[in-house]
């Protein structure tokens, strides 16, 4: 009854930019906290960025001063702006939603599919 639907992935080289969003919709009571993990061929699932109902952020090292993550006032989309790409950023990234639906009024972890990214020359 919750579904998290990301768009926005691609190719795109070295030094550029791509822009991810992920919509939350179905029975939602509430929303406390949306972010960004990835998964790179090889790797383990690894937080990129995220970010909580109050505002808080949280960046993985690897991505601070490149990466943004931002959600709507809403707030049920959350977007990530990756600026200046590597090639080790190309992976899988999948929207992550701290939820609580309206069924259950109790949190739960909630995964998008997944979009690729590949930065590659």
């Known amino acids: 009854q919750v579904q998290l639907v990301e768009s926005g992935g691609g190719l795109v080289q070295p030094g550029g930019s791509l822009s991810l969003s992920c919509a939350a919709s179905g029975s939602i009571f509430s929303i406390n906290a949306m972010g960004w993990y990835r998964q790179a061929p090889g790797k383990q699932r690894e937080l990129v960025a995220s970010i909580t109902k109050g505002g808080s952020t949280n960046y993985a090292d690897s991505v601070k001063g490149r990466f943004t993550i931002s959600r709507d006032s809403a707030p049920k989309t959350v977007y990530l702006q990756m600026n200046s790409l590597k090639p080790e950023d190309t992976a899988v990234y999948y929207c992550?939603?701290?939820?609580?639906?309206?069924?259950?009024?109790?949190?739960?972890?909630?995964w998008g599919q997944g979009t690729q990214v590949a930065v590659s020359s």
């Open positions: 992550y939603a701290k939820v609580i639906p309206t069924t259950s009024l109790l949190s739960g972890d909630y």
